[in-house]
């Protein structure tokens, strides 16, 4: 094995060791940008805004295959399982993006 590739499957393992562990350690009180927008954003205040500016709130493009990095119905199985997922599909995502970079490079 390449040194390349010892070093993605060390990065890979670490990534699924922190995909398992997270839903374990993460706070479930909503900190950070979540907090401070709930503080900031008043549903009241911004529909009268919404309702003063002639607009009205717009939905998703797309609804989100895991809202809130779980799979509905699961509990923490369904957190681990949507943490493992993205972590494989971000994986895939980088080492074909990866892949298409070497071969340009290599054509030139």
Request: hydrophobic letters at 45%; glycine letters at 12%.
């Amino acid at each position: 094995m390449s040194n390349n590739n010892s070093i993605l499957v060390a990065g890979l393992i670490v990534a699924l060791l922190i995909g398992l562990a997270a839903p374990f350690l993460a706070s479930g009180d909503p900190d950070g940008l979540e907090s401070a927008a709930e503080k900031i954003i008043n549903s009241d205040v911004l529909d009268a805004n919404l309702d003063e500016a002639g607009l009205e709130e717009e939905g998703t493009v797309a609804p989100s295959p895991m809202p809130d990095y779980a799979i509905p119905g699961m509990d923490k199985i369904g957190e681990i399982g949507a943490l493992i997922i993205g972590i494989l599909l971000i994986t895939l995502l980088s080492f074909g993006v990866g892949s298409i970079f070497k071969k340009s490079t290599s054509e030139n």
